[in-house]
């Protein structure tokens, strides 16, 4: 198939399919009522899903399969305690990054 | 348009939403770069973040491309990968039942990982759903402006900032900026230590499928022990 063409039929089909993941359930509970079984499982969904999807950004470095990365790691837990108590996203990146620096320069990785 | 860009639920919720936006910049960067390697041209690169505006989908639909797999391998894997989508779609599903479903089909094209995770709580809450709907419309459009405007930038200018200065690390703090304030239950930190653990352990799965599964494997247990607390809470 021409490069051209199957880069298209990639943006059609999997926009087409994404959207319908995204529309899913919004589109179906629209009508009927939610299960009180489901009602209580979705207020775990923000931590579970978002930990699942940052745990394996902050676990391994990218590029290197299967390498721990302690800087990171670290940072990570200090970002998470700022975002625990300060709620703010800004704050949050700010104090992991300095972390995240401070934690390489002193492990020598920089300079 | 002109109408909601008035709205001020809809001007704060896209004003929020701007600290999280710089901190995907290097991510959006990277879905540019790996779309220009990919040999696409600027119209379908600019296709790829406008439509299908999910970066874990874009860097799989691409370097699968790069490496010349099958059109059905690509877009099963990028399908996988957005299945998540699913399950924020049912969370966010029982706040939106009031709204239009022209409305619903609004939010449903800019529901994101950020967006979700920005807006579920002041969802939660209660409160007029419609101006919880416009706040999440305005931060949706603040990520979705901010991607194509990142998806470009890394198209034709490349990966700008040195690898040295590790800013991909913002994209983990944005999220861990939205995950962690959530954390104040016994059964919602053993929703996300469960999930944590399960996606480390199932890493080996294919096409990325540890993220839903250890997601799922999460959410089941903070139920589980929602359940078990309030057994015991009745006693």
Redesign the interface.
Same mark, same amino acid.
């Given at each position: 198939m021409d490069a051209t063409l199957k880069l298209w039929a990639v943006i059609a089909i999997v926009g087409v399919l994404n959207y319908a993941s995204r529309l899913s359930f919004i589109a179906i509970f629209a009508r009927r009522r939610v299960p009180a079984l489901l009602e209580r499982a979705f207020r775990y969904v923000p931590a579970a899903m978002l930990t699942a999807l940052v745990v394996p950004m902050v676990a391994f470095v990218p590029d290197v399969a299967g390498s721990v990365d302690a800087p990171r790691i670290l940072a990570a837990a200090i970002a998470a305690v700022v975002a625990f108590y300060t709620r703010s996203t800004l704050r949050t990146i700010v104090a992991g990054m300095a972390a995240l620096w401070l934690l390489q320069w002193a492990l020598g990785r920089i300079g | 348009m002109r109408r909601l860009a008035a709205d001020a639920d809809f001007r704060a919720g896209f004003a929020e939403m701007v600290?999280?936006c710089?901190?995907l910049v290097p991510f959006g960067l990277v879905c540019g770069v790996g779309a220009a390697a990919?040999?696409?041209?600027p119209l379908?690169a600019l296709?790829?973040s406008a439509?299908?505006?999910?970066g874990a #989908?874009q860097i799989l639909?691409v370097q699968l @491309?790069a490496a010349g797999a099958p059109?059905a391998v690509?877009?099963m894997t990028?399908?996988v990968a957005?299945? &998540?989508?699913?399950?924020?779609?049912?969370?966010?599903?029982?706040y939106? &039942?009031p709204l239009s479903?022209r409305f619903?089909?609004g939010?449903?094209?800019l529901?994101t990982?950020q967006a979700?995770?920005a807006s579920? &709580?002041r969802l /939660?809450a209660g409160g007029n759903p419609r101006a919880a709907g416009l706040h999440f419309l305005g931060g949706g459009f603040a990520l979705w402006s901010m991607w194509q405007v990142t998806n470009m930038a890394g198209y034709f200018a490349g990966n700008v900032i040195p690898a040295?200065w590790?800013?991909?690390? #913002?994209?983990? @703090?944005?999220?861990?900026?939205?995950?962690?304030?959530?954390?104040r239950t016994a059964?919602?930190?053993g929703?996300?230590?469960?999930?944590?653990y399960?996606?480390?352990a199932l890493?080996a799965l294919p096409m990325k499928l540890? @993220?839903i599964v250890?997601?799922?494997?999460?959410?089941? /247990?903070?139920?589980l022990a929602?359940f078990a607390r309030e057994r015991w809470t009745r006693r």
């Open positions: - | 600290p999280a710089i901190g990919a040999g696409a041209s379908a296709g790829l439509i299908v505006f999910s #989908a639909a @491309l059109l690509i877009v990028c399908f957005g299945l &998540r989508f699913v399950i924020y779609s049912a969370a966010m599903a029982p939106l &039942r479903p619903q089909r939010v449903a094209f529901l990982d979700f995770a579920v &709580r /939660s040295a590790s800013l991909d690390f #913002a994209v983990p @703090l944005c999220f861990i900026a939205l995950v962690a304030p959530h954390l059964p919602t930190i929703a996300a230590l469960v999930a944590g399960a996606v480390i890493s540890n @993220l250890a997601g799922t494997i999460g959410i089941v /247990s903070g139920t929602d």
